[in-house]
């Protein structure tokens, strides 16, 4: 990562920024006690009549697709015209658009309407935003999506919407269309248990309320992955879940960094 860690987790939990969640009640929880974990303050709102004045006053805003609903998906065209006046960046978590013509619909109404600065998503989801034809099963991602493909796809978004774009997977993948960055860190249980997908949105959009977009998803990959492999057990989701809260909530810069593997795939020059 290009930005030191230690300076901008010290900013958080100095500041305790206000982070705007409009995610589902299958994650709130975990996306809830994850910005906490690192210091900043979450906040779960999602009446429409009530957003706009919650967003305004956030340092970061989350737009999550899962368990999507008709209330949801006005809360958050509200909030993220809110934010745009109020430049609050926005963290757009495409759920579910590679298995839901709707939620694709949707999320390209949103980028259209109110580009986000990071769009999230995993390969699967990332390739249906790119791809009209695509579809996956359910919300998983697709292993079968060649990550040398897929970063070229994710840097097209990037351009096309103006964000940085972030792919989870295998290997995460971060582009703003000119660099793209892999990351290597992780564990296979992190896949066990429920919401740690939404949990990375989070922690990008604590991130974000303290370094730019591109360092901001490359910092929540690293960390939620270094956490994810210290945090690894062979006694269960249980015990690896709360194991995750632990080392979330207590790693600092330089054990994360220590931690960290990465690798930069492309970066076109500028003259």
Do not use: W
């Not at 920024?17 to 910005?35: D, E, K, R, W």
């Amino acid at each position: 990562m290009s930005k030191n860690l230690t300076p901008v987790l010290r900013a958080i939990r100095d500041r305790a920024p206000l982070i705007h969640a409009i995610t589902n009640p299958i994650s709130i929880t975990q996306c809830a006690n994850a910005v906490l974990a690192l210091g900043a303050r979450p906040i779960m709102a999602e009446h429409p009549r009530e957003v706009e004045e919650i967003t305004a006053t956030a340092a970061a805003l989350l737009l999550n697709l899962g368990n999507i609903t008709d209330v949801r998906m006005e809360a958050m065209e509200r909030a993220a015209e809110a934010a745009g006046k109020n430049g609050v960046p926005v963290v757009l978590d495409a759920v579910g658009v590679a298995c839901s013509r709707m939620r694709r619909d949707y999320a390209c109404r949103l980028l259209e309407r109110f580009p986000p600065a990071v769009l999230k998503g995993n390969y699967a989801e990332i390739n249906a935003l790119v791809c009209p034809d695509y579809t996956a099963s359910g919300v998983d991602g697709d292993r079968a999506l060649d990550p040398a493909d897929l970063a070229g796809a994710a840097g097209g978004l990037a351009r096309r919407y103006g964000c940085v774009v972030l792919a989870s997977g295998a290997a995460d993948l971060v582009t703003d269309g000119a660099r793209t960055t892999a990351i290597y860190n992780g564990t296979p249980q992190l896949g066990q248990v429920t919401g740690t997908g939404c949990m990375l949105g989070a922690l990008c959009a604590c991130f974000l309320a303290a370094a730019e977009p591109m360092a901001a998803a490359e910092a929540a990959c690293v960390t939620l992955g270094a956490a994810g492999e210290r945090a690894a057990t062979p006694k269960g989701s249980g015990t690896f879940l709360v194991n995750l809260m632990d080392q979330l909530s207590t790693l600092d810069g330089d054990t994360i960094q220590a931690c960290e593997r990465t690798e930069e795939l492309h970066r076109e020059e500028t003259t």
